[in-house]
């Protein structure tokens, strides 16, 4: 037998098996690598819809304790049931707008978050530098239109929401540099945003007469908040108009300091108790400076409610938010107004209130009071008197409402006089301040007494910068870092796997 040609026969034999052997180690690699570029290729894929995805529907999770990156249920389902077309217009680029602190941030998130929720609703970022003709969309002496605002359309409706209007801002004096410093305490982004779409959405406006002519105190913050939540408010000056416009629902009588003569007294009484006009609300909110009101008082008596001028002292100190008698805050009476308030529990406050007497419990609702410790200082009190030698007289009225009903076949009509005894409670502090329940409890109980069902009350938010809030910065380098970095990085790996197993 010859070895030699066995030997060199067995040699193609094996051959064979080093070329299957390398076969089979192209098929692997090429399937190890098929596999990656898919996976690859997915991550991409994913990333990228999730993005598209997440600017379109409300895909986020927000993790902060009290939700302050997430719309209320109240808004999403206000939202949902629009049936016009609404263009909010940012007048910045999203990354300027909201990369300038933790509220405009959190402000941002919110505004966006409309669009996710409703389809007749689109948020647009605008460039002021290269697109300077904006500024000029509507008459400057009507609408003035600038840098940061937020323009609110439908149709041919507008509002214009200022940046400042997204939160509640507090100035106090720094005792350091002897200047006055303004700070961001909370937002009411969603607030502001919210009633913007629902004054240029609804059809139906409560029309309000603020009356004027007898030295009355600052109104605006109050009168602000009544316009941004769909409220009309048109200025009377009681003297020389003939009647308060039977148009309104409401007259507000905000701390005159001098009392109303008889013909005024007269416009009144017709305005909120004539057969014609019954079913108006008179508001009257008392001055801390006021006169002797002989006829205001007068005509206060008709409808069982009296002011003596004394100033009501709180002796309980859980009652105080300062150290001062006169600083307190109340407890609510009639809770009918207190349905649909976001926090029940939240106090409103009522500094320097003047008391106010109920002269017929059946006639007139308590709806705040101070404690059952609460004593008052008379109006002609002597320099000697201290609260702590008074007797209590407490639960004390400071806010009460006064109804006459009648019926015109089976509908029922009623008339009202509320009776506020602190000017300061409407004051811009304390309709801003997130500790108080000021403004939402004052608008609630305008909505309920208008009947205006699809009235929106929403509490503010405070941002604990500690929290997840992120500046635009940071979004920009996660999502290099999600949808460039990792890609690359498991396309690399991939690499170095296949190169080992086939140099094996």
């Known amino acids: 037998m010859d070895l030699k040609k066995e030997k060199r026969e067995e040699k193609p034999a094996g051959n064979h098996k080093v070329s299957v052997a390398r076969s089979r180690k192209f098929k692997y690699g090429a399937l190890a690598t098929v596999i990656t570029i ?39 389902d206000f939202v949902q049931g629009i049936d016009k077309d609404v263009t909010i ?100 982004a969603e607030q502001t945003m919210t009633s913007a779409i629902w004054n240029v959405t609804s059809d139906d406006q409560v029309q309000i ?11 605006s913050a109050f009168v602000d908040l009544l316009k941004k939540n769909n409220y009309n408010v048109i200025e009377q000056n009681l003297i020389t108009d003939e009647q308060i416009d039977p148009n309104s629902d409401f007259a507000i009588i905000f701390a005159p300091e001098r009392d109303y003569d008889e013909s005024s007294i007269q416009k009144l009484t017709t305005f909120v108790s004539n057969n014609e006009q019954y ?32 100033w009501v002292c709180e002796m309980n100190m859980n009652y105080l938010f300062q150290a001062s008698y006169l600083s307190n805050f109340c407890d609510y009476g009639e809770t009918e107004y207190t349905e649909g308030l976001p926090n029940p529990e ?41 609260p702590e030698s008074a007797t209590a007289e407490g639960p004390v009225p400071t806010a009460v409402m006064s109804t006459k009903t009648k019926f015109e076949g089976t509908t029922e009509l009623s008339g009202n006089v509320i009776v506020v005894g602190s000017v300061y409670a409407m004051n811009e502090d304390f309709l801003s301040y997130t500790s108080f329940n000021n403004s939402v409890y004052f608008l609630n109980l305008f909505n309920q007494i208008a009947d205006r069902e699809d009235a929106i009350t929403i509490d503010s938010k405070a941002v604990d910068t500690r929290e997840l809030g992120i500046n635009q910065a940071q979004v920009n380098v996660n999502g290099i870092i999600f949808m460039v970095v990792l890609p690359i990085l498991v396309l690399v790996v991939g690499l170095v796997i296949w190169i080992r197993r086939r140099n094996r």
């Open 209 to 219: 007469s603020l009356l004027t002519g007898y030295g009355e105190q600052d109104s």
């Open 279 to 310: 079913g108006k609300t008179v508001l009257l909110v008392a001055s801390q400076n006021q006169e002797q009101l002989t006829n205001i008082n007068t005509f206060l008596a008709q409808w069982n409610i009296g002011m003596s001028g004394g």
């Open 346 to 386: 939240t106090p409103v406050a009522m500094p320097f209130s003047k008391e106010i007497e109920v002269q017929n419990a059946d006639m007139v609702k308590v709806l705040l009071q101070t404690s059952s410790d609460a004593v008052v200082r008379p109006a002609d009190a002597e320099d000697s008197w201290t």
């Open 89 to 188: 217009t940012v007048l910045a680029t999203e990354s300027e707008f909201s990369s300038y602190n933790a509220y405009y941030l959190q402000a941002n998130t919110v505004i966006k978050q409309y669009a996710q929720y409703s389809d007749h609703i689109t948020v647009d970022y605008v460039d002021t530098a290269k697109n300077p003709g904006i500024l000029n969309k509507y008459d400057a002496s009507e609408e003035e239109l600038y840098a940061g605002c937020i323009l609110v359309e439908c149709g041919d409706r507008h509002v214009v929401v200022d940046p400042a209007d997204l939160f509640n801002i507090e100035t106090q004096f720094n005792q350091s540099t002897f200047q006055q410093e303004s700070y961001i305490t909370s937002s009411k």
């Open 38 to 76: 898919l996976f690859i290729v997915a991550v991409i894929v994913v990333n990228m819809i999730a993005g598209l995805l997440g600017e379109r529907y409300p895909l986020s999770l927000d993790l902060t304790q009290d939700q302050v990156f997430q719309m209320s249920q109240q808004s999403i």
